[in-house]
């Protein structure tokens, strides 16, 4: 069989000319060594719907495990006469390779990176997206974030362990991740709390003085952070107990959801345990300090200020 001409024809999907916002990969695994890949899924999203789908049976060119089987129903019966990795690798990274890639947890990366490695192929150059993140920060408040009990729960059709089918379920998690929380694609890769350099120290006087403040969604040496400062806030890296204040940045990365934050949630179950912490959006806190000046201006504020 000509595997290099499978591999051709499958490189380029229906809709060649169109470029996917991202991809979703899944893999399946012969035994406990990650590279033995045995299945291989791969589906394409643009715009919100699927733009091209990929699936393979691949011949690990190695042990079958029982547990293995169990799970995924694949044996060594069915690996026989189909591609290896090494032949089906060109495929793969021609999907992958330079795009955005999701996959269900870093298992499926690490499975690649060591296929790669065991086949003698190069690695797969890509920017990964790990679906089970992006589910715990839109749906927080579920049991389990597990993708047959996410698909279940989203009304996603999906039959688990088969390759294709997680990947395609994984792919509209993220679709409704954007759509439920308003967060788009280059916001879920954003760093979700970036803290930034030290702290500013506080002004000795302020209408904040003496409070101990968290930044939701900005860096604690950024723009907010020396403008609380200047008010005499202590800016502190986290929510603690002995927080009293915590303000919700205007670009946070949390779309309409910033209560979906572990820091906000983390205020949030202080707050109704009797803490006296206070949760409050950056352009209510400015508008109610609006009559009040800055005890001083730092020179460290004045060069972030690029004045």
């Known amino acids: 069989m000509n595997f290099a001409a499978l591999s051709a024809l499958a490189r380029s999907p229906a809709s060649a000319d169109v470029v996917p916002d991202f991809v979703v990969i899944d893999v399946e695994t012969a035994c406990a060594r990650v590279s033995s890949i045995c299945q291989i899924g791969i589906v394409g999203f643009r715009d919100g719907r699927e733009l091209f789908a990929y699936k393979s049976i691949v011949d690990p060119c190695d042990d079958f495990s029982s547990f293995n ?9 069915h690996v026989v006469g189909k591609p290896t990795f090494a032949h089906v690798h060109a ?3 021609g999907h992958l390779s330079g795009r955005v890639t999701v996959a269900h947890s870093f298992f499926d990366k690490g499975a690649l990176a060591a296929a790669c490695r065991v086949h003698d192929r190069a690695p797969i150059q890509s920017t990964w997206l790990d ?3 992006v589910a715990k920060r839109a749906w927080p408040d579920l049991p389990s974030h597990r993708l047959n009990i996410l698909s279940k729960y989203l009304g996603v059709r999906h039959r688990h362990h088969d390759a294709l089918s997680d990947a395609r379920a994984a792919g509209m998690v993220i679709v409704k991740a954007i759509d439920h929380t308003g967060i788009d694609l280059a916001g879920w890769l954003t760093p979700v ?4 350099g030290p702290a500013p120290k506080p002004a000795a006087q302020g209408a904040l003085a003496g409070r101990r403040v968290a930044i939701l969604g900005a860096p604690r040496d950024g723009v907010l952070a020396h403008w609380l400062a200047e008010r005499g806030a202590r800016v502190a890296a986290s929510v603690g107990t002995t927080t009293s204040l915590l303000v919700v940045a205007s670009d946070h990365p949390f779309g309409r959801f910033p209560q979906a934050s572990a820091p906000y949630r983390r205020a949030d179950e202080l707050r109704r345990a ?9 352009a209510d ?14 020179d460290s504020a004045i060069r972030s200020a690029g004045t």
């Open 285 to 298: 806190l400015r508008a109610r300090l609006a009559d009040t000046a800055p005890a001083r201006q730092p």
């Open 91 to 93: 495929t793969v990274d």
């Open 193 to 196: 709390s970036p803290r930034g």
């Open 274 to 282: 009797g803490s006296p912490i206070e949760i409050v959006h950056e």
């Open 131 to 133: 679906s089970v993140r």
């Open 69 to 77: 089987t169990r799970i995924h129903g694949i044996s060594c019966d």
